[in-house]
């Protein structure tokens, strides 16, 4: 399966400002066009349970897109699922990947947050990262990846500039070992 990592984040790598998970508050305008862009062409959108609640108001599911969410209590959520379009799992990366293939899935989009990013890159399975890079740094925050024990190599694809403030959105490919 072809793993595609989507992240927003500050100068200094904050996804988040402060305690607050919602970054359409302080992302631009281009940054989530670009996302909505990206998310079009998938059909299984995989994240965390913090960005899930943080989207939770805005987020429209569809008939043919899957959405994973990783939590720790999966229970807590079984009145939130909907058949093959909502789905909450405690499972290790690879099982769940492997699973997911096993039902026909080919690519997935990994929209954070750093726990679930930390867990997909120390089991070396994300091919690709989409970084939108805005012109802000935030003192407290979430990290882009939360803090374990792995390297990531990554070469970079493209880069390109969004808007006149600076905000820059880069590919890289990650470089397996």
Not at 113 to 141: Q, W, Y
Request: glycine content about 6%; overall charge positive.
């Amino acid at each position: 399966m072809h793993i595609t990592l989507i992240m927003v984040s500050t100068v200094n790598g904050k996804i988040t400002h402060s305690d607050d998970p919602d970054e359409t508050g302080w992302s631009s305008t281009e940054d989530q066009t670009l996302f909505s862009s990206l998310k079009q062409t998938h059909n299984l959108i995989v994240m965390g349970s913090e960005t899930y609640l943080a989207n939770k108001k805005r987020m429209k599911l569809q008939n043919n897109v899957l959405r994973i969410v990783f939590t720790r209590n999966p229970k807590k959520y079984r009145t939130n699922e909907v058949t093959d379009r909502l789905e909450f799992v405690n499972t290790a990366p690879k099982k769940l990947v492997h699973n997911l293939e096993s039902r026909g899935y080919t690519k997935m989009l990994l929209v954070g947050g750093s726990e679930v990013n930390a867990l997909f890159f120390k089991n070396n399975l994300i091919d690709k990262l989409h970084l939108t890079i805005e012109p802000r740094m935030f003192g407290l925050g979430k990290n882009i990846i939360a803090e374990q024990d792995y390297a990531v190599q990554l070469q970079l694809v493209s880069v390109e500039k969004l808007n006149d403030s600076g905000t820059l959105h880069a590919i890289y490919q990650v470089i397996k070992p």
